[in-house]
């Protein structure tokens, strides 16, 4: 009988067996990585969200794929059948370009998901304040979708009061209205050491005036931007007038104070400027911007044009930009890596601050060129400014909206009262748009929101919003065959898009005005409340489009305890209102009055105003000034008035 041998290669099943445990391990780790996904999704979802995971993965086997589906995790070329299994799952959406948005950038459209009624009526003014008539109404035990879905809560640090700072606003206040929120530290502890008798006259205390610039550095200074912080502080302590003079210093405190000692601050910020203003400095430019922005906040609105102004033609004078050949910023920056980081952040910070300019600035965006996950910028004895990323973000961000701005403008005053999009096409802002999604794609994970976000990031992502919008109002009347071709849902018309932007605009202002006190809100909010007010009186098919309105209202108000342009503000938005037959007359004067009793200790309250264009994208701009808008207060209540008999 024979037998037939039949030889192995040893080498060859070694090499399989191998092969084959190195899959098993593969799995196994996978395995793991999946379950520590899933421990870390139940701890951050909500409970019913958490609830409705856990009866997921008892109906699927692809586990991987759910998780990701919760954590939005879907990535750019993810198939259609993906993106409508995946809605499924998950909490509705209004339209489906909405979800595709939610799952290829969910840094900037981030899940919502619904919160109990009784947590907003937390922010809204109470019927002590306002009466049952102008406040709004909500379905009994009904769920509003707003608060983001999935983000971090950390715990906000004490509040300390400040006598200094407390009690000019009146006794009518419903809660603090009188300084920025003060953290436990400095935000810098350099600040300690603080000797400001040297840097103004102004009868203002070492803790006070530390407490202001912390404020300023916190909230304000990673979106404006205009002087290296850390190169400031240091000579700020160290009394070196190389970084720091005593016009910047003036004008930060101008700008940060809500106290008496603004006028004061002003009056010497003032003089100073005229002393100042032949002297071609980054010191100088600097100085200017920051003293321009308090002007506008004080409803200064000639000042505050005529210093931005002079401020880009120092600049201009020196090369930072503008200018083919900056032979003068050149020559600062090569007199030390300092002088370099300086230059380059007054430049970057003017060139998207003002209307276009020709030149942009030759040096880099400060730590556009460091990788900020690995090289932080340390200060040479107190904070780490690695928030400069935002900043560097929020840079190239306003350079597309300038872009976009530099189109819109002129084409609405070219319309007369007709729209944007009778000049503008629908191309340019789906193409403006695609770059937006770009910039939003490139954002590292801890540029996302968080429960508790620090000013400058809720700014940043209400800017980009505040954009979208912006781009599409003109054409949500457009046919419904005019679809973003780039996106794979049916319904990715302009409108979805503004929408699905105005959707995440109401959820910022929420979460902003929950956790942050009302004299800690910044300014800088202002352009995503009036961008959602405008949105809110065009459609007011949402339910609760009154809650956001009056919460907007209370914004401006909250405001306006610190800044007197807020009042302008509100009253334009009021009288558009009226306008709309959004609100009657009784009730806009009562919200006015609500307003006005906020603001009582501003000498000028009334006085003040500003010029800004509220809708950009809309024709008539002389119309659509924020000032032109609020004088026609008085005259659209009196008309109200007599025309239903409600006159006293």
Same mark, same amino acid.
């Given at each position: 009988?024979?037998?037939?041998?039949?030889?192995?290669?040893?080498?060859?099943?070694?090499?399989?067996?191998?092969?084959?445990?190195?899959?098993?391990?593969?799995?196994?780790?996978?395995?793991?990585?999946?379950?520590?996904?899933?421990?870390?999704?139940?701890?951050?979802?909500? @409970? %019913?969200? $958490?609830?409705?995971?856990?009866?997921?993965?008892?109906?699927?086997?692809?586990?991987?794929?759910?998780?990701?589906?919760?954590?939005?995790?879907?990535?750019?070329?993810?198939?259609?059948?993906?993106?409508?299994?995946?809605?499924?799952?998950?909490?509705?959406?209004?339209?489906?370009?909405?979800?595709?948005?939610?799952?290829?950038?969910?840094?900037?459209?981030?899940?919502?998901?619904?919160?109990?009624?009784?947590?907003?009526?937390?922010?809204? %003014?109470?019927?002590?304040?306002?009466?049952? &008539?102008?406040?709004?109404?909500?379905?009994?035990? &009904? +769920?509003?979708?707003?608060?983001? =879905?999935?983000?971090? #809560?950390?715990?906000?640090? %004490?509040?300390?009061?400040?006598?200094?700072?407390? @009690?000019?606003?009146?006794?009518?206040?419903?809660?603090?209205?009188?300084?920025?929120?003060?953290?436990?530290?400095?935000?810098? #502890?350099?600040?300690?050491? *603080?000797?400001?008798?040297?840097?103004?006259?102004?009868?203002?205390?070492?803790?006070?005036?530390?407490?202001?610039?912390?404020?300023?550095?916190?909230?304000?200074?990673?979106?404006?931007?205009?002087?290296?912080?850390? *190169?400031?502080?240091?000579? *700020?302590?160290?009394?070196?007038?190389?970084?720091?003079?005593?016009?910047?210093?003036?004008?930060?405190?101008?700008?940060? #104070?809500?106290?008496?000692?603004?006028?004061?601050?002003?009056?010497?910020?003032?003089?100073?400027?005229?002393?100042?203003?032949?002297?071609?400095?980054?010191?100088?430019?600097?100085?200017?911007?920051?003293?321009?922005?308090?002007?506008?906040?004080? @409803?200064?609105?000639?000042?505050?044009?005529?210093?931005?102004?002079?401020?880009?033609?120092?600049?201009?004078?020196?090369? *930072?930009?503008?200018?083919?050949? /900056?032979?003068?910023?050149?020559?600062?920056?090569?007199?030390?890596?300092?002088?370099?980081?300086?230059?380059?952040?007054?430049?970057?910070?003017?060139?998207?601050?003002?209307?276009?300019?020709?030149?942009?600035?030759?040096?880099?965006?400060?730590?556009?060129?460091?990788?900020?996950?690995?090289?932080?910028?340390?200060?040479?004895?107190?904070?780490?400014?690695?928030?400069?990323?935002?900043?560097?973000?929020?840079?190239?961000?306003?350079?597309?909206?300038?872009?976009? +701005?530099?189109?819109?403008?002129?084409?609405? $005053?070219?319309? @007369?009262?007709?729209?944007?999009?009778?000049?503008?096409?629908?191309?340019?802002?789906?193409?403006?748009?695609?770059?937006?999604? /770009?910039?939003?794609?490139?954002?590292? =994970?801890?540029?996302?929101?968080?429960?508790?976000?620090?000013?400058?990031?809720?700014?940043?992502?209400?800017?980009?919003?505040?954009?979208?919008?912006?781009?599409?109002?003109?054409?949500?009347?457009? %046919?419904?065959?005019?679809?973003? +071709?780039?996106?794979?849902?049916?319904?990715?018309?302009?409108?979805?898009?503004?929408?699905?932007?105005?959707?995440?605009?109401?959820?910022?202002?929420?979460?902003?005005?929950?956790?942050?006190?009302?004299?800690?809100?910044?300014?800088?909010?202002?352009?995503?409340?009036?961008?959602?007010?405008?949105?809110?009186?065009?459609?007011?098919?949402?339910?609760?489009?009154?809650?956001?309105?009056?919460?907007?209202?209370?914004?401006?108000?909250?405001?306006?305890?610190?800044?007197?342009?807020?009042?302008?503000?509100?009253?334009?938005?009021?009288?558009?209102?009226?306008?709309?037959?959004?609100?009657?007359?009784?009730?806009?004067?009562?919200?006015?009055?609500?307003? !006005? !009793?906020?603001?009582?200790?501003?000498?000028?309250? $009334?006085?003040?105003?500003?010029?800004?264009?509220?809708?950009?994208?809309?024709?008539?701009?002389?119309?659509?000034?924020? /000032?032109?808008?609020?004088?026609?207060?008085?005259?659209?209540?009196?008309?109200?008035?007599?025309?239903?008999?409600?006159?006293?």
């Amino acid at each position: 009988m024979a037998v037939e041998c039949v030889y192995r290669s040893t080498h060859n099943a070694q090499a399989a067996d191998n092969i084959e445990k190195g899959r098993s391990l593969e799995a196994r780790e996978r395995h793991l990585e999946d379950q520590t996904r899933l421990m870390e999704l139940l701890r951050s979802l909500p @409970g %019913p969200e $958490a609830i409705h995971l856990l009866q997921r993965l008892r109906s699927t086997s692809d586990t991987s794929r759910l998780i990701s589906s919760f954590e939005g995790g879907l990535h750019t070329e993810t198939r259609p059948s993906d993106l409508e299994t995946t809605r499924a799952i998950l909490p509705a959406t209004q339209s489906s370009v909405e979800f595709e948005l939610m799952a290829q950038y969910g840094t900037a459209y981030p899940r919502l998901h619904e919160t109990p009624i009784p947590e907003l009526l937390n922010i809204l %003014p109470t019927t002590k304040a306002l009466s049952s &008539s102008v406040l709004p109404s909500f379905p009994d035990g &009904s +769920m509003v979708p707003m608060r983001t =879905a999935k983000l971090e #809560s950390h715990p906000e640090p %004490p509040v300390q009061s400040n006598s200094a700072e407390a @009690g000019f606003a009146g006794t009518k206040q419903a809660t603090p209205t009188t300084g920025p929120r003060m953290p436990r530290k400095y935000r810098d #502890s350099r600040l300690e050491r *603080l000797q400001i008798g040297y840097w103004t006259k102004v009868p203002i205390s070492n803790e006070l005036a530390a407490t202001l610039i912390s404020f300023y550095l916190e909230t304000e200074h990673n979106i404006v931007g205009f002087f290296d912080a850390d *190169l400031f502080v240091d000579d *700020l302590v160290s009394c070196q007038p190389n970084f720091c003079s005593a016009f910047l210093v003036t004008a930060v405190l101008c700008l940060a #104070s809500t106290s008496v000692l603004k006028a004061a601050l002003f009056q010497e910020a003032e003089m100073l400027w005229n002393g100042e203003a032949a002297n071609d400095s980054i010191l100088t430019v600097a100085a200017i911007e920051v003293f321009s922005n308090a002007c506008v906040y004080e @409803g200064k609105d000639a000042l505050g044009m005529e210093l931005a102004m002079t401020g880009r033609r120092i600049a201009e004078r020196m090369g *930072l930009f503008g200018s083919a050949e /900056d032979a003068t910023a050149a020559d600062l920056a090569r007199k030390s890596p300092e002088w370099a980081r300086a230059v380059a952040h007054i430049a970057g910070a003017l060139f998207y601050h003002h209307p276009p300019i020709r030149y942009p600035p030759s040096l880099s965006i400060p730590g556009e060129l460091r990788d900020e996950r690995k090289q932080p910028l340390n200060s040479s004895q107190g904070a780490s400014y690695t928030r400069s990323k935002v900043f560097v973000k929020y840079c190239k961000l306003m350079t597309i909206i300038q872009e976009i +701005m530099s189109v819109y403008i002129p084409a609405g $005053a070219m319309t @007369g009262d007709g729209s944007v999009s009778d000049c503008v096409p629908l191309g340019f802002a789906k193409a403006k748009y695609r770059r937006l999604l /770009d910039w939003a794609a490139s954002l590292l =994970a801890d540029m996302k929101r968080v429960a508790v976000a620090s000013s400058d990031l809720v700014v940043f992502h209400i800017m980009f919003h505040f954009v979208v919008i912006t781009i599409f109002r003109p054409f949500t009347s457009t %046919p419904s065959t005019e679809r973003l +071709m780039s996106f794979t849902s049916i319904d990715s018309h302009p409108k979805k898009i503004h929408a699905a932007s105005a959707k995440q605009l109401r959820d910022l202002v929420v979460n902003y005005r929950t956790h942050h006190l009302a004299g800690s809100i910044t300014g800088f909010i202002n352009p995503g409340l009036f961008t959602l007010s405008l949105a809110l009186l065009e459609d007011r098919s949402d339910p609760l489009w009154r809650f956001y309105f009056v919460l907007c209202v209370r914004c401006w108000r909250d405001l306006y305890a610190c800044y007197p342009v807020f009042r302008n503000v509100a009253q334009a938005f009021l009288s558009m209102a009226m306008q709309k037959d959004a609100f009657t007359a009784s009730e806009a004067k009562e919200l006015m009055e609500y307003i !006005d !009793d906020n603001g009582r200790h501003h000498a000028g309250g $009334a006085e003040a105003f500003t010029t800004f264009i509220f809708d950009p994208s809309a024709g008539a701009a002389g119309k659509l000034q924020i /000032d032109a808008m609020a004088r026609k207060f008085d005259e659209t209540v009196l008309f109200d008035e007599f025309t239903t008999g409600a006159m006293a």
